[in-house]
C-alpha cells in the first residue's frame, strides 16, 4: 500500500478564488473522510463518502464548499470565493468497508492559506 | 452528542520523567472506538492505539501504556520514561458506529520534553 496522498501539500491563494484539493485514498478503501485542523485544534470532521455517495456533510460545510467522489477512488474538495477564514490543514482519510472500516489512515494533508 | 475532552493545553516534563495525558469522552452509543494520535511537528497525523468499547484491558507498548475506563468515560495515555523525541501534539479520538465512524477529536494536549 502506498498510503493516503493528498495534492497540493501546500497552496497560497487570494481571497475570493476558488482551490480544489485532491485526495487519493488507499486503494481497496471504500470510506472516503474530509476534515479540517486549525491552528491548535484537533481535526473537525467536514464529510464522508462511502464508494461514490456522499453519506454525511458537517454544518462546518458551508456552500463554498463543495466535495465529489465521482467513481469511488479520488476525491475532490473546492472552495469557492475563499475567505481567510479558511486558512487551514485539510486532511483526508480513508478505511476498508468491511472488517477494520472503523480504523482510518490519515493523509499528510494539504495546507491553505488564503492572503 | 459525542464529544471528546482533553483538559490539558500544554504539559511540560523533563527527560525520563514519566507523564499521562488525559482524555474524557461523551457518548451515547454502545459501540464506539478511541484512538489516540501523534502529530509531530512534521503534521502527519500518527496511529497509536485503537480501543473497542467492548475491551477495557488495558494495554502496554514499550514506554507507552492505556488506561481505558468505561465507568468514568476515560481513556488515558500515559508515557514513562519520557524522551525528547515524544514532544509533539497527542489528540484523543472517538468514533461512533451509527455516526459512520468518522472521528471526533479532542482539542489536543501539546507535550514539551526538555533535555
Known amino acids: 500500500d502506498t498510503g493516503v496522498s493528498q495534492n497540493p501539500r501546500h497552496k497560497i491563494t487570494k481571497r475570493g478564488q476558488n482551490v480544489t484539493f485532491r485526495c487519493d485514498p488507499i486503494s481497496e478503501h471504500n470510506r472516503l473522510y474530509w476534515y479540517r485542523q486549525t491552528l491548535g485544534q484537533g481535526p473537525e470532521f467536514l464529510t464522508y463518502f462511502q464508494n461514490e455517495a456522499q453519506l454525511e456533510k458537517s454544518r462546518l460545510l458551508s456552500d463554498r464548499f463543495s466535495a465529489e467522489r465521482p467513481k469511488g477512488s479520488f476525491s475532490t474538495l473546492e472552495i469557492q470565493r475563499t475567505e481567510q477564514g479558511d486558512s487551514a490543514m485539510y486532511l483526508c482519510?480513508?478505511?476498508?468497508?468491511?472488517?477494520?472500516?472503523?480504523?482510518?489512515?490519515f493523509g499528510p494533508g494539504t495546507r491553505l492559506t488564503v492572503t | 452528542a459525542q464529544k471528546v475532552t482533553q483538559a490539558q493545553t500544554e504539559i511540560s516534563v523533563v527527560e525520563k520523567e514519566d507523564v499521562t495525558l488525559d482524555c474524557v469522552y461523551e457518548?451515547?452509543?454502545?459501540?464506539?472506538?478511541l484512538f489516540w494520535y501523534k502529530q509531530p511537528p512534521s503534521g502527519e497525523l500518527v496511529f497509536l492505539i485503537r480501543?473497542?468499547?467492548?475491551?477495557?484491558q488495558n494495554e502496554i507498548s514499550g514506554r507507552y501504556s492505556w488506561n481505558f475506563q468505561k465507568s468514568t468515560s476515560s481513556f488515558n495515555f500515559t508515557i514513562t520514561a519520557s524522551q525528547v523525541v515524544d514532544s509533539a501534539v497527542y489528540f484523543c479520538?472517538?468514533?461512533?458506529?451509527?455516526?459512520?465512524?468518522?472521528?471526533?477529536f479532542g482539542a489536543g494536549t501539546r507535550l514539551f520534553v526538555k533535555a
Open positions: 482519510a480513508s478505511s476498508e468497508n468491511t472488517g477494520n472500516y472503523y480504523e482510518q489512515y
Open positions: 457518548t451515547r452509543d454502545t459501540t464506539y472506538y
Open positions: 479520538a472517538l468514533s461512533e458506529y451509527t455516526g459512520g465512524f468518522k472521528t471526533i
Open positions: 480501543r473497542n468499547s467492548f475491551d477495557e
